[in-house]
């Protein structure tokens, strides 16, 4: 994905549409390393690949709406659970617990 959107940035580097191809690699950054929510852990690899092809398919839209859910979740968790005094440890089991339930 990374490669695609460099390979578009240079067709299209005399153009005003040069930065089309960045933006799909910061998109593409994002998808992979999964940063769009605070100290999260890294995806999976398996995770990672599932991102690609969406992407790929055309799902951008839907995979950025996904995210864009799940780190808004993961702030209210977190807002939470300092509202109630909860340690760092705690949370963290809380959002892979809500994770793993959301990818079901």
């Not at 994002?30 to 790929?56: A, D, F, H, Q």
């Not at 996904?66 to 440890?89: F, L």
């Amino acid at each position: 994905m990374i490669h695609s959107g460099y390979r578009r940035a240079l067709l299209d580097k005399l153009t005003p549409n040069v930065s089309r191809g960045f933006k799909f690699v910061a998109i593409a950054k994002t998808v992979t390393l999964g940063r769009l929510s605070g100290r999260r852990k890294p995806p999976s690899n398996v995770e990672v690949l599932g991102r690609i092809r969406l992407v790929m398919q055309g799902h951008l839209q839907t995979l950025w709406q996904q995210m864009v859910a799940e780190a808004a979740a993961a702030e209210r968790a977190a807002a939470e659970a300092r509202a109630r005094g909860e340690s760092e440890a705690e949370m963290q089991k809380r959002r892979e617990a809500a994770r793993r339930e959301q990818m079901q």
